[in-house]
């Protein structure tokens, strides 16, 4: 004889032999999600480029936790402000897998700096950016090689 589950009754819980399957290139993580003092760690899949250690760093709901990858810096400083960097730029993999935005729910390239606007790009257009990025890089260096023949040096530096 079978018995119906009351109306209301939570689900059976599965075994933990049943645990959730997550596609390639994820695993299951904690999380730590809730309001402080009443938080919980749920499990959820997570990109393997994630650095994210989102079982200590708390958010009140599934839907704010966001997946971000290493951050690559550059910065230049400036021999009239030593120690000082006056431009630092980083570069990271972002996705936020709840956005109303699609574009933001796959991963996608984040540009930041001082400014407060972000970059946004896909990796088609990143790519593009790295392009200009090498060459800026051969133009910096063509401006020193021209500073340097012009007898242009600062002792030190």
């Known amino acids: 004889m079978t018995v119906a589950p009351e109306l209301g009754a939570a689900p059976p819980v599965p075994p933990p032999s049943a645990a959730p399957s997550v596609p390639p290139g994820y695993r299951l993580v904690p999380a730590l999600i809730g309001r402080p003092g009443a938080a919980s760690h749920v499990w959820l899949p997570c990109p393997d480029w994630c650095v994210v250690d989102h079982a200590s760093v708390r958010e009140v709901d599934v839907a704010d ?6 951050p690559v810096a550059w910065s230049v400083g400036s021999f009239l402000l030593p120690g ?12 936020d897998p709840h956005s109303d935005d699609s574009r933001l729910r796959s991963p996608h390239v984040v540009v930041s700096s001082d400014d407060p606007l972000d970059a946004f790009l896909t990796p088609a257009v990143a790519d593009v950016a790295a392009d200009g990025l090498i060459a800026l890089g051969l133009a910096v260096r063509e401006q020193a090689r021209l500073a340097r023949r012009a007898g242009g040096a600062v002792a030190g530096v």
């Open 65 to 70: 936790v966001d997946h971000y990858g290493v």
């Open 84 to 95: 000082v960097k006056v431009l630092e730029v980083d570069v990271r993999v972002h996705a």
